[in-house]
């Protein structure tokens, strides 16, 4: 069981906007820590999406984007796209445990 | 560019001792925090460990502390995971990647892993 909490899956339909949500505690994201995002396509390396709650690294593009509030943080992807089919993975600081947490993953479907 | 590689996985009996290596270029290894991170197949993220810039400071997971030992040797670009006292629990995908943090004034500045290795594969098994 994660300490972050994110749905097992969503799905959208080719240019729809959808969100994924990650929700913690007031150890981790309620503590004001940051928030950040991973994209790993089937079989390969996770890929830094949002970093800082909210900022993109160059080359991610702007359809990305991470919000955060209390103990919840999401990432919106709008104008989906098939090749935005992957899991996605939310990761913070826990001061209880001292160390990173990850969310366990949603899997996001493109119909 | 920035590129990790990760070996030393392999196949090993519980109670054994394995050492994982990542060799990294592309950056000054010296100046980063480095994070250790698994993936059991099929399933989820794993934070393992994290070793400071300078290699002073250790952090490790709940489940791997007093078993797994985290180091660096900056000269040789080089960063390590000695694991002991194996488990089939800690069978996995061990990534490597190197530690960043948001400078800007509205975060906090918890690390995030920046880049990532291809991973090595551990299976501990009877």
């Known amino acids: 069981q994660s300490v972050l909490t994110q749905p097992p899956s969503v799905s959208g339909a080719p240019g729809q906007r959808i969100t994924i949500s990650c929700t913690g505690s007031?150890?981790?994201?309620?503590?004001?820590?940051?928030v950040h995002w991973y994209q790993q396509h089937p079989g390969r390396v996770p890929k830094l999406l949002i970093f800082g709650d909210k900022y993109r690294p160059s080359g991610v593009p702007e359809r990305f984007s991470g919000s955060k509030s209390g103990t919840s943080a999401s990432l919106a992807i709008s104008g989906l796209q098939a090749e935005d089919e992957a899991d996605y993975y939310c990761q913070s600081y826990d001061s209880n445990l001292r160390g990173s947490v990850f969310g366990g993953g949603t899997k996001l479907t493109v119909l | 560019q920035v590129q990790l590689v990760e070996s030393g996985g392999g196949v090993v009996l519980p109670g054994s001792s394995l050492r994982l290596s990542c060799a990294a270029s592309g950056f000054t290894f010296g100046s980063y925090a480095m994070h250790w991170v698994r993936q059991t197949p099929g399933r989820g993220l794993d934070w393992v460990a994290l070793?400071?810039?300078?290699?002073?400071?250790?952090y490790y997971a709940d489940s791997v502390r007093g078993r797994f030992i985290v180091s660096r040797d900056s000269p040789r670009n080089t960063l390590y995971l000695q694991m002991n006292n194996l488990r089939a629990e800690d069978t996995a995908l061990y990534f490597c990647a190197r530690a960043r943090y948001c400078t800007s004034d509205d975060c906090y500045g918890n690390f995030y892993m920046a880049d990532w290795g291809k991973g090595t594969p551990v299976t501990v098994s009877s």
């Open positions: 070793i400071s810039y300078d290699g002073d400071d250790e």
């Open positions: 007031s150890s981790n994201i309620g503590a004001h820590y940051d």
